[in-house]
């Protein structure tokens, strides 16, 4: 493996700063600690910055004259869930930890920056973004809000999740989609109460709720193509109040992911059209609100990313033909305005899974990420 000699140097000091945003997680847009501590590195390493959307911070760093402008972004929230791992550095505040590993991936950025004060010789510009909100809250909305493809004349684009299950040396490298889009929908289905002895006089909306069930669960193995992936899930159903009475409406809600744009086109008109029918047969009502949360996420440089990546742990070690995710990462809307590239770093075979109360990052990685940062811009500026 070739990490970075100078990246290898200050390893410990990295390994200390993940610590400390470990033991101190915050969640959702509020990562205003976490920026401070950010911030304070930059100034120690004379890199300016500035604020964007919601507590996320950009870093730019000039090199020599040349046209090219290369963003690296990483997140920093953490997870509203209790740790239960028990080593020294564990999360500090109850009902929170870092259970994605934002922690390091934000660290990884930070020994970029570190390795970048001391080596200006690129031919362009670097970014650092730093950003929050990425479980569910819209970080990367709020920084695109905030003019970041204004202000930045952005070419390239690229982030990294640590991956439980691969190991720590290996890095993932997907041709097209790597994460999935994630749409949430709610079905109103609304008929007419009444007393549950006189169905007749009532117009019950459960028959209807039922055949919609049915149907939506039959979308993914009749309609979406054989060689396509999907998932459809109910996650709530509510309705009625009364032991003897028929309510007035149900309610019922679900998640979909695709890893295709015409696969969740498709999916969304056979809900439509599924909520549609069972409400046509039985006479009621029903209403489909389907937003559409986070897009696919497409590499559209997968050869630079997977050259950078052979770079530093050997062509053997670069992985291209895992699967995508079913999850999905907001990195995706920076893919939609810009060129770039998402890829995995393995954080190791018997890491737990992320979310999981005893994840934790894999410091061994924290090189392997910023040596790839440092071996896309050798390949790009
Ligand atoms: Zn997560
Ligand atoms: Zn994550």
Redesign the pocket.
Known sequence: MALNADVIALLDEFKDIRHKIHQHPEVGLETAQTVVLIKSKLDEYGISYENIGVNSLVAEIKGKAGDTTVAFRV?MDGLEMSEENDFSYKSQVEGRMHA???DGHCTSLIALAAYLSKHRDFNGTVLLLFQSG??GYEGALRVIEDSFFDKYKVDYMFGF?AWPGLASGKIAVHNGACMASEDRFEIMVTGKSGHASMPHVCNEPFAAVADIIKGLQTIVGRKVPSHERGVVSITQVHGGSLRNGIPDNVMVQGNVRTCNEDVQDLIEESIAQTVAGACAIYGVKGVLDYVRKHPVLINSTPDVARKAAEKVVGPENVVTDLESSMAAEDFAFFMKHTKGCYVWIGNGVDSPP?HNSKFDFNDEILPVAASFFIAVIDELL
């Open positions: 997140d994605c590993g934002h990425e479980e999740h992320l």
